[in-house]
């Protein structure tokens, strides 16, 4: 079974920076690229970013791109997320998505809030 744990989302004040976590288990980690995508309350899935099983090759959204970095540990089966400058734009729950850009298999999410 497929299972996605991500953590690290929190309050945060504009311009701050979080790092969330992803943990995964029940399939061959390496194996798989990895993706983030974030969602606001009302509104669609955004796709932020990806990572393939080796740590590369990697994607950036626009929205996001110069603020966001995205790396990955195999041997810890982890997936990261490094969120700088964040914007008050930012806020979302975001997901960590076992392949890329579509995946249907995300976890249940971390909710980050910027906010002064």
């Known amino acids: 079974e497929v299972q996605l744990v991500e953590s690290g989302g929190g309050l945060v004040q504009p311009g701050g920076s979080l790092r969330l976590s992803c943990v995964a288990s029940g399939f061959r980690f390496e194996s798989y690229a990895m993706a983030w995508a974030r969602q606001v309350p009302g509104k669609g899935l955004e796709w932020v970013s990806t990572i393939g099983g080796r740590g590369y090759p990697t994607w950036i959204a626009d929205s996001v791109k110069g603020r966001f970095t995205v790396s990955r540990d195999n041997t810890e089966n982890t997936v990261y997320l490094q969120l700088n400058s964040l914007k008050t734009d930012d806020t979302a729950i975001y997901y960590c998505?076992?392949?890329?850009?579509?995946?249907?298999?995300r976890g249940q999410g971390t909710q980050v809030t910027v906010s002064s």
């Open positions: 998505a076992k392949g890329g850009v579509g995946s249907t298999e």
